[in-house]
Structure formats: structure tokens, C-alpha cells
């Protein structure tokens, strides 16, 4: 490989071949199977976590990998939709403050254990973070598994261009 200069490096050719062959090996899908397979332990210890603190056990079941398509990226949490029940986790995960509950029609009733009022008083709930202490401890085992996946796919195109 020549530069302006004249010097020449000998095995930058084999290596520019190695990076121009990655390209379809690192699309989007490839990296979504690495990154999907890197963050089983998050997954795994972020369940852990909120099933402490989750009662109905909608939110735990919730936790998974979402894929992020336009980027070839990931997110790990509390999923919403097509089955999932995720929507009340970041009240587990950040608690809420006491607050007033009303009901929403002027002249409506809210209907507790057969009273019925105009309003109540909610206690609040008190943070039981599951995610944060989840990713505090498991993201470097992530980071180390995913550069392991990507490191086996580089690995084995360096030995198919030197055979």
C-alpha cells in the first residue's frame, strides 16, 4: 500500500481486503445476534432484581432486549406492547410521590373496596431501582462478550484471506 510519501507497508493489502469483507458481515442483523447474545446477563440479573419488588410479575416478565433497526443497536428493559405489560416499571424503578387521586368526571366516584369517594390520598411508593443496579453490575461482562462475539468474526475473516 502506497502513500504520497513512497513508503510502501507490506499485509495492508490483506488487511484492507479483511475490512472490505466486514461490511457485510457487520450489518445490522449481525450485530443485533452479537450485542442480543452479549446482554443475556443484564437481562437475566435485571429479572432478578425487579422480581423483588414487582407484584404482579408483568414488569419482570417485561425485561428483555428491544433492537433498536435503524442503527443496528440495542436497548435492554422493560418492554411495552405486543404481550409485554412494562408500563408501570419506572414507578418501580423511581418510585412515586404521595399524591391526590381523583376521579376524572366532575361529578364522579372512585370506587375502593366498595366506598365510593370523590377523591384519595396515595401513600406513594418508594423507589426499588432493578434496572440501574442491574446495568452498574453487569454491563462490563456485557462489554466484555460483546467484544468477544465481534472479536471471533474478525478473527475468522483474517483466516479465511490468509489460507
Excluded: C, W
Aim: no cysteine; glycine share 12%; hydrophobic share 40%.
Amino acid at each position: 500500500m502506497a502513500n504520497k510519501s513512497g513508503i510502501s507497508f507490506k499485509g495492508f493489502d490483506e488487511l484492507d481486503q479483511v475490512l472490505a469483507g466486514l461490511g457485510p458481515k457487520m450489518g445490522p442483523r449481525v450485530v443485533n445476534q452479537v450485542l442480543n447474545k452479549a446482554a443475556k446477563p443484564l437481562v437475566k440479573r435485571a429479572k432478578e432484581l425487579s422480581s423483588n419488588a414487582d407484584q404482579s410479575g408483568e414488569t419482570t416478565k417485561s425485561i428483555g432486549v428491544l433492537n433498536n433497526r435503524k442503527n443496528g443497536g440495542i436497548s435492554v428493559g422493560p418492554r411495552r406492547g405486543n404481550g409485554y405489560k412494562g408500563y408501570t416499571a419506572h414507578l418501580l424503578e423511581y418510585g412515586t410521590a404521595p399524591h391526590i387521586i381523583r376521579a376524572k368526571a366532575a361529578d364522579g366516584l372512585l370506587s375502593f373496596a366498595g366506598t365510593f369517594v370523590k377523591e384519595v390520598q396515595h401513600p406513594g411508593i418508594a423507589a426499588q431501582p432493578f434496572m440501574r443496579p442491574a446495568a452498574d453490575q453487569m454491563l462490563p461482562q456485557v462489554i466484555e462478550n460483546a467484544k468477544a462475539g465481534f472479536r471471533e468474526i474478525i478473527e475468522s475473516e483474517f483466516k479465511s484471506v490468509f489460507k
